[in-house]
């Protein structure tokens, strides 16, 4: 019970952190990536070592081809992100990066998006993602119908969606400063990470809400208070241990694993943990707080 008598406390806790994430999504803003403002990207590789960065980003510069951004990917590569070229500017770009013929350079990919493509692909990750809000309330109501006393089912899925806000938001604030001092950029991973994260989530605030659902069938002794407190205990174990070895392998991919996919890593591993926090610490007692709510109304 210790949860739920701390109730106030562990919400307060999980505003100010969205009320922080919030604020530095809206002052440092989102980087997007060619994926959603269109662009150039091009993977090259030097087979006899590659040359020092600086040598690459002074000669790229040199092509007045503007705002020119080189990344060091694998231990003879490079990716090259530039705004969307025409043909005789790609061919400029790739010649450059033998640095006057002193080096052998492959191109291993060259992928363009024009801007209209990314303002597409912007809407349907939005439309992707209340679509997925949409289809939990829906799911949550249904599963949730047999529950009515002393909290409306509907209201499962709202405060579901509450805790889903807290576990995207977090995440969405701590790129928005990675995007700032570390050039990270959101991309179509990034949106892959976010619904992945919705669906985790989801499950794990289900977990929860299910067993609070049973034993109210159960017609326990005891308050709404003591058999939500119950639930939590009854599945505290469960829910950290699947967190933890999630996080884990999650925590293998981001050290070991390729270079493109240690952000989208980063954003699971928040995800997970933030949202394990959400469905004991948030969910649960926003259902107490809203049961307290509504007796008091009826008093």
Same mark, same amino acid.
């Given at each position: 019970?210790?949860?739920?008598?701390?109730?106030?406390?562990?919400?307060?806790?999980?505003?100010?952190?969205?009320?922080?994430? =919030?604020?530095?999504?809206?002052v440092?803003g989102? !980087?997007?990536?060619?994926?959603? !403002?269109?662009?150039?990207?091009?993977?090259?590789? %030097? #087979?006899?070592?590659?040359?020092?960065?600086?040598?690459?980003?002074?000669?790229?510069?040199?092509?007045?081809?503007?705002?020119?951004?080189v990344?060091?990917?694998?231990?003879?590569? %490079?990716?090259?992100?530039?705004?969307?070229?025409?043909? #005789?500017?790609?061919?400029?770009?790739f010649?450059?990066?033998?640095?006057?013929?002193?080096?052998?350079?492959?191109?291993?990919?060259?992928?363009?998006?024009?801007?209209?493509?990314?303002?597409?692909l912007?809407?349907?990750?939005?439309?992707?993602?209340?679509?997925?809000?949409?289809?939990?309330?829906?799911?949550?109501?249904?599963?949730?119908?047999s529950?009515?006393?002393?909290?409306?089912?509907?209201?499962?899925?709202?405060?579901?969606?509450?805790?889903?806000?807290?576990?995207?938001?977090? #995440?969405?604030?701590?790129f928005?400063?990675?995007?700032k %001092? $570390?050039?990270?950029?959101?991309?179509?991973?990034?949106?892959?990470g976010?619904?992945?994260?919705?669906?985790?989530?989801?499950?794990?605030?289900?977990?929860?809400f299910?067993?609070?659902?049973?034993?109210?069938? $159960?017609?326990?002794?005891?308050?709404? $208070?003591?058999?939500?407190?119950?639930?939590?205990?009854?599945?505290?174990?469960?829910?950290?241990?699947?967190?933890?070895?999630?996080? =884990?392998? =999650?925590?293998?991919?981001?050290?070991?694993?390729p270079?493109?996919?240690?952000?989208?890593?980063?954003? =699971?591993?928040?995800?997970?943990?933030?949202?394990?926090?959400?469905?004991?610490?948030?969910?649960? #007692?926003?259902?107490?707080?809203?049961?307290?709510?509504?007796?008091?109304?009826?008093?």
């Amino acid at each position: 019970m210790y949860i739920i008598n701390n109730k106030k406390i562990f919400i307060l806790i999980s505003v100010a952190l969205v009320a922080l994430a =919030l604020t530095f999504i809206f002052v440092f803003g989102l !980087k997007l990536s060619i994926d959603f !403002k269109g662009g150039a990207l091009a993977e090259i590789n %030097y #087979p006899d070592g590659r040359p020092e960065i600086s040598l690459i980003q002074d000669k790229v510069n040199s092509l007045g081809l503007g705002n020119v951004l080189v990344q060091p990917t694998g231990e003879n590569g %490079y990716l090259v992100k530039t705004k969307d070229l025409t043909e #005789p500017e790609r061919v400029k770009l790739f010649d450059s990066f033998s640095i006057d013929g002193e080096y052998g350079v492959d191109e291993k990919s060259f992928t363009s998006i024009g801007p209209s493509v990314g303002k597409e692909l912007r809407r349907k990750a939005l439309i992707s993602m209340i679509l997925v809000i949409l289809a939990i309330i829906i799911f949550i109501a249904f599963v949730f119908r047999s529950v009515s006393r002393p909290v409306s089912s509907w209201k499962y899925g709202v405060i579901a969606i509450l805790a889903l806000i807290h576990d995207v938001a977090i #995440p969405t604030g701590l790129f928005a400063i990675l995007g700032k %001092y $570390a050039g990270a950029e959101v991309d179509t991973l990034f949106v892959v990470g976010l619904l992945t994260i919705m669906g985790l989530s989801v499950n794990d605030t289900i977990v929860v809400f299910d067993r609070i659902r049973e034993n109210l069938k $159960a017609h326990t002794s005891g308050s709404f $208070a003591e058999t939500v407190g119950k639930s939590i205990k009854q599945t505290f174990t469960r829910s950290i241990n699947t967190s933890l070895t999630v996080i =884990l392998a =999650l925590l293998v991919l981001y050290f070991f694993g390729p270079a493109s996919t240690k952000y989208f890593a980063l954003t =699971l591993t928040a995800g997970m943990f933030f949202g394990t926090y959400s469905s004991i610490f948030l969910a649960s #007692p926003l259902l107490v707080l809203t049961e307290n709510i509504q007796r008091k109304k009826h008093k």
